[in-house]
T-cell receptor
């Protein structure tokens, strides 16, 4: 069974640019959630995708957007990058159709905005 | 989802049991208690979850009090590789996980 994978591992962008991060969910999981983790803090929920639609969103501006594809993989897009967007971005997949809906995390993408 | 409270840090001697407490006094009847850990710069790792009964798996045991207002994660024989931040989360259904500040466990040789 393949776990959650994310790409790329590391990324350096300049303020104002746009970035796309990718996530492949674990086999059998149909829900993907994205989290942002700033240095020294716990992960913060960005949004969740289920059946290719956004299904819940945290306190993040609209320049954070996402997609989920029919194979349940997902993308996180961030426009107009700001220095504070520098963080570890985590993707988690879970089976939404059966409790207790435990989420399994990927290794993360480290984004640095300069 | 109920707020959880954990001590900011704990130490444990290698080979001894690590007991990590969590308070969730406002937990509702349908909220599960989940434990995750995060080793430096890696993604959080799912450890265990429970609703009412005590649970055990290959990684740890979870003891939930009868009134469900608190729980304890037990690592029976801590190793240096168990040094991590441990998060206790109370959650309903398939909602997002709310990570607080967690407990930083340091296993000492």
């Amino acid at each position: 069974e393949t776990g959650v994978t994310q790409s790329p591992t590391h990324l350096i962008k300049t303020r104002g640019q746009q970035v796309t991060l990718r996530c492949s969910s674990q086999s059998g999981h149909n829900t993907v959630s994205w989290y942002q983790q700033a240095l020294g803090q716990g992960p913060q929920f960005i949004f969740q995708y289920y059946r290719e639609e956004e299904n819940g969103r945290g306190n993040f501006p609209p320049r954070f957007s996402g997609l989920q594809f029919p194979n349940y993989s997902s993308e996180l897009n961030v426009n107009a990058l700001e220095l504070d967007d520098s963080a570890l971005y985590l993707c988690a997949s879970s089976p939404r159709d059966r409790p207790p809906y435990e989420q399994y995390f990927g290794p993360g993408t480290r984004l640095t905005v300069t | 989802d109920a707020k959880t409270t954990q001590p900011p840090s704990m130490d444990c001697a290698e080979g001894r049991a690590a007991n990590l407490p969590c308070n969730h006094s406002t937990i509702s009847g349908n909220e599960y208690v989940y434990w995750y850990r995060q080793i430096h710069s890696q993604g959080p790792q799912y450890i265990i979850h429970g609703l009412k009964n005590n649970e055990t798996n290959e990684m740890a045991s979870l003891i939930i009090t009868e009134d469900r207002k608190s729980s304890t994660l037990i690592l029976p024989h801590a190793t240096l590789r168990d040094t991590a931040v441990y998060y206790c989360i109370a959650r309903t259904g398939a909602n997002n996980l709310f990570f607080g500040t967690g407990t930083r466990l340091t296993v000492i040789p």
